[in-house]
């Protein structure tokens, strides 16, 4: 099984500001990534798949670069609505999750 | 609007069954995978299987197989997640979610999903 490491499990930041988030592959899974938040009382939403290309409806904001083992998420300027957990997912052999970055207000 | 509704909140007493829902409305559903995952706090996402309604193809993640049953039903749209005998470590938020792509598993994401369905079990 491929496990997903992501980092930080918290990441405290003001709005405005940038966040970057990290997620480390057990194996290589080429560009087969995923990145999802979770907000409380709402499912699970897609960002950003094949590494770096955002899903329909996701704000600019989101970047997502990286391929082989290491990747990232770059959240440009962090509004309100972005406080949540964000999860990667590998689909490179079957699916795997991370564990969660929590991005909270500072 | 592609998008997956899931029935309500349960709470069961251990060893007995219970069969969750997933109504598909928007997309042509016996033409894309339909996966299930379980979120626990402390444990993130799990994959636990997904299914094709189109012949009722199954795959079962190992951590799941025979511990749970998935099925669907491509006449009424819904996929559902079953067990036969609950137990306390069952307790969690599950998902459906739909595979991005029609046509192959392989090399797919998830979305959209499910809004969840909570299932406490508790004596």
């Known amino acids: 099984e491929i496990v997903m490491t992501q980092s930080p499990a918290t990441l405290s930041v003001s709005p405005g500001e940038r966040a970057t988030l990290s997620c480390r592959a057990s194996q290589s899974v080429s560009t087969t990534l995923a990145w999802y938040q979770l907000k409380p009382g709402q499912p699970p939403r897609l960002l950003i798949y094949g590494a770096s290309t955002r899903a329909t409806g996701i704000p600019a904001r989101f970047s997502g670069s990286g391929s082989g083992t290491e990747f990232t998420l770059t959240i440009g300027s962090l509004q309100s609505e972005d406080f949540a957990v964000y999860y990667c997912q590998q689909y490179n052999e079957w699916w795997t999750f991370g564990q969660g970055t929590k991005v909270e207000m500072k | 609007e592609v998008q997956l509704v899931q029935s309500g909140a349960e709470v069961k007493k251990p060893g007995e069954s219970l069969k969750i829902s997933c109504q598909a409305y928007?997309?042509?559903?016996?033409?894309?995978?339909i996966g299930w995952v379980r979120h626990m706090p402390g444990r993130g996402l799990e994959w636990i299987g997904i299914?094709?309604?189109?012949?009722?193809?199954?795959r079962y993640s190992p951590s799941f197989q025979g511990q749970v049953i998935i099925s669907a039903d491509k006449s009424i749209g819904t996929a559902y997640l079953q067990w036969t005998s609950l137990k306390a470590s069952d307790t969690a938020m599950y998902y459906c979610?739909?595979?991005?792509?029609?046509?192959?598993?392989?090399?797919?994401?998830?979305?959209?999903w499910g809004q969840g369905t909570l299932v406490t079990v508790s004596s």
């Open positions: 979610a739909r595979l991005g792509r029609s046509g192959s598993f392989w090399g797919n994401w998830f979305d959209p």
């Open positions: 928007g997309f042509t559903f016996f033409r894309y995978w």
């Open positions: 299914i094709y309604p189109g012949d009722s193809d199954t």
